[in-house]
């Protein structure tokens, strides 16, 4: 099987909304935010806000099995790409995106068109 890989050096990274950012805010786990006073809809609002949030979330597909990238968290992919909606994963998710008024199909869909072109690394 052929699989496409996206060139991470082109992409535009200096238009990410994050971009001046610590890094490690995009490696914490959810629990650890939260002693921080942040959330994943702080990282959330700005990625779905970000004018390349589908190239991060292809060079998450490609590249980057850990993290949270154009939006989502590795969790989130993994069970999104493998089309298991695991309750406690997808209740976040589902609860995050009806407080930021994003629609959870319009999210999944995003996400299983980056799949439909990039491999998920399992």
Not at 4 to 13: Q, T
Not at 96 to 115: H, W
């Amino acid at each position: 099987m052929y699989r496409k890989v996206v060139d991470r050096n082109k992409i535009e990274w200096e238009r990410a909304s994050c971009q001046g950012l610590e890094t490690d805010l995009f490696f914490t786990p959810r629990t650890e935010l939260l002693i921080e006073g942040l959330n994943y809809n702080h990282l959330r609002r700005m990625c779905f806000d970000c004018p390349i949030q589908k190239e991060c979330l292809q060079a998450a597909t490609a590249f980057e099995p850990y993290g949270f990238w154009g939006g989502l968290s590795e969790d989130e992919r993994r069970h999104i790409y493998a089309g298991k909606l695991d309750t406690r994963v997808m209740g976040w998710l589902r609860r995050d995106l009806k407080a930021l008024n994003i629609g959870l199909s319009t999210l999944v869909q995003t996400v299983l068109s980056v799949e439909r072109d990039f491999t998920f690394n399992k």
